[in-house]
């Protein structure tokens, strides 16, 4: 009896797991951030709206911040933007804009007519601070604490549904924790 | 026959297309000696290209990928390892940038899996051989039944 089922019990198990890769399979654009849990690499740059006055994440010691890797040229980032300026609006946590790989005055174009959601931007035409970062596509978010730890990389546009899923509690666990 | 090679001149003017962009991907290069030259073409080859996934850093066309070789002739030039370049790219990107990743505690099931479907594949084999052998010489009937060899049971 077992010798007539066990090839059909082999069937199976190679049946489970060729489909839990192919469900899988689509994800593999998610690659997992080894940064999280680490020091945010620090930087000074430019900033996008005035080349003289460089934008530091050294400052915002002492603060939770979202780092926002966008472009002009990043669609995902024009349907991220209403929840982006949404976000700004709550006045949860300021957002920090890296503008990766593009041109200035294409990006003030963009936010003079979309509306700027961030409160410093910094310009990162060449790439170099992203590659830092990890950072492999736009958007990408970043969430940093006060002690200036990743604690969270949220990969693709954010959504209202993923910013009360995924970064909502984390911010308010956080902030209970340092307030206390 | 006479359908075949428009099909083939299509097939081949297709691929010729596809090579395009390659001739352009890789980066004219501007290091110094033939050693780094030669040690680029190595560390170019053996990192994934973050965006494309399944193409290194060599062959992918796409800017990152350009950011990232630049990024790599720096750091020769700076005089950084081999070692000390892949420890910068693995701490960024994790082993998934590494296309023959390092065998630790995390990739041990995907270096050791191979022998361990090997070792089962071998069990199965022996067990199965085995089976049909003990009925194949076996002359006693009750072994031969308990077997459930359709072969023999087919003469009793």
């Known amino acids: 009896m077992i010798r007539y089922f066990a090839p059909l019990a082999v069937f199976a198990v190679i049946v489970v797991i060729f489909a839990f890769g192919l469900h899988q399979a689509p994800r ?24 003289a006055t460089p934008v530091s994440n050294a400052a915002l010691r002492g603060h939770w911040y ?16 209403p929840e982006l300026l949404a976000i700004a609006r709550t006045g949860v946590v300021p ?17 003079k007519q979309r509306g700027n959601p961030y409160q410093q931007i910094a310009f990162d035409p060449g790439g170099l601070e992203a590659i830092h970062w990890g950072v492999y596509g736009a958007p990408e978010t970043f969430m940093v604490n006060p002690q200036g730890i990743i604690v969270y990389k949220y990969i693709g546009p954010i959504t209202p549904g993923a910013w009360a899923r995924d970064f909502l509690p984390r911010l308010q666990a956080g902030q209970a924790v340092s307030g206390s | 026959m006479s359908r075949r090679a428009p099909l083939g001149a299509l097939v081949l003017t297709v691929l010729t297309l596809l090579a395009a962009p390659f001739a352009q991907a890789i980066a004219p290069t501007r290091l110094p000696t033939p050693a780094l030259e030669a040690r680029y ?15 290194s ?22 005089g950084d390892t081999d070692q000390q370049i892949r ?37 199965s084999a022996l067990w199965f051989i085995r089976g049909r052998a003990a009925a194949v010489t076996g002359d006693d009937e009750d072994e031969i039944l308990d077997d459930g060899l359709s072969g023999p049971r087919k003469h009793t």
Not at chain 1, 28 to 51: E, M
Not at chain 2, 41 to 55: A, G, S
Not at chain 2, 92 to 115: N, S
Request: with cysteine; glycine share 4%; proline share 8%.
């Open chain 1, 28 to 51: 593999k654009d998610l690659v997992p951030s080894p940064l999280i849990g680490k020091p945010a690499p620090s930087f000074t740059l430019p900033s996008l709206a005035n080349p």
């Open chain 1, 66 to 81: 979202l780092l926002n890797v966008w472009g002009t040229w990043c669609i995902s980032c024009r349907i991220e933007s």
């Open chain 1, 95 to 111: 957002l920090i804009g890296l503008d990766w790989k593009d041109s200035r005055s294409a990006a003030i174009r963009y936010l």
């Open chain 2, 41 to 55: 073409e190595r560390l170019i080859h053996n990192f994934r290209c973050m965006q494309c996934q399944d193409e």
């Open chain 2, 57 to 78: 850093l060599a062959n992918s066309p796409v800017s990152l990928a350009a950011d990232m070789r630049r990024q790599i002739r720096q750091m020769l030039l700076a």
């Open chain 2, 87 to 123: 420890h910068f790219f693995v701490a960024r990107y994790g082993y998934f940038i590494l296309f023959k990743p390092p065998f630790v505690l995390k990739t041990a099931w995907l270096w050791l899996a191979p022998f361990a479907l090997l070792a089962i594949g071998a069990v």
